[in-house]
């Protein structure tokens, strides 16, 4: 299933403690209804991009303090301060599970073609797709599948051109 990022649940004000942790401030809705989750998306430059919560803490008022897989301190948490985070909403297209199953073996290229892998799986996430690339170096990648990500498919070729944020493909 793949769904759209549309719910704004609120913004990242700050670190919090020692452990890279951020203290978000939300919006007036969640304010007494915190939904559960599994991952959110943070807004970087502009694109909606996947983070799974490995902590939350939430005592009240409006500042929920979230802790993310892989960044465990403020060093590698502080550049997303600022940065709005968005639940997703619904889904937008059912045929795209069989679509996406069709990429296996499509090779992917990032800013200026340079090749990055080739797509080894098609992952659902609680949020939306995800392409575990192999890397040319053998490494596995994790990038969402995104409309915003994808600069253009050729199924002849059998090739997927994508513009990502910088730093997405040291991620994971």
Known sequence: MAYKCDILLGRITKVSGYQGAVAVKLEKVFTENIPQMES??????????????????????DI??????????????????????????????????????NIIGYRVFVQEDKLLGSISDVVANNGQWLINVI??????????????????????????????????????
């Open 64 to 101: 929920l303090k979230l802790s993310f897989e892989g960044y465990e301190s403020n060093e590698k948490i502080a550049e997303f301060t600022g940065c709005r985070i968005f639940l997703t909403s619904g889904l937008y297209n059912d045929n795209l599970k069989e679509d996406n199953q």
């Open 40 to 61: 959110v998306f943070l807004e970087i430059e502009g694109r909606p991009v996947p983070f799974f919560i490995s902590g939350l803490e939430y005592s009240g008022a």
């Open 135 to 172: 890397s040319t170096s053998k490494r596995e990648i994790l990038i969402p599948f995104h409309e915003h990500f994808i600069v253009s498919i050729d199924k002849r070729k059998k090739v997927i051109k994508m513009d990502i944020p910088e730093g997405l493909t040291e991620i994971n």
